[in-house]
């Protein structure tokens, strides 16, 4: 599985940006698909992960109400759509595709090369 994402750039605080994450093949359907981020110096953490139909998405705690995650399984993509923009949201920005619903970067299997998302004061 090949991913790649895109749609990130520079951003007043308050602004929004829309990531997406295509993927290459039939099997994306199959995969639990997630967003995770890492700013400068900081470990990679968790943004979003959604389920193999869309139904069910989780956030991380401090992004709730201001991200979200979505699938078009016709369209092997998946988004997050970022609203509410603060400074501290600025990071490179990650897809990833697993097989289980874990929030861990160990439980994903496949990674895009990350977009950056900056946001300016």
């Known amino acids: 599985v090949q991913l790649q994402a895109s749609g990130g750039g520079l951003v007043q605080a308050g602004g929004s940006l829309r990531l997406s994450c295509a993927t290459s093949?039939?099997?994306?359907?199959?995969?639990?698909m997630g967003w995770f981020r890492q700013a400068p110096g900081k470990e990679r953490e968790f943004v979003a992960r959604i389920s193999l139909s869309g139904s069910s998405a989780v956030y991380a705690d401090s992004l709730k109400g201001r991200f979200t995650i979505s699938r078009n399984n016709a369209e092997n993509t998946v988004y997050l759509q970022m609203n509410s923009l603060k400074p501290e949201d600025t990071a490179v920005y990650y897809c990833a595709a697993g097989r289980n619903m874990a929030i861990t970067t160990t439980a994903y299997d496949y990674w895009g090369q990350g977009t950056q998302v900056t946001v300016s004061s």
């Open positions: 093949g039939r099997t994306f359907r199959s995969y639990v």
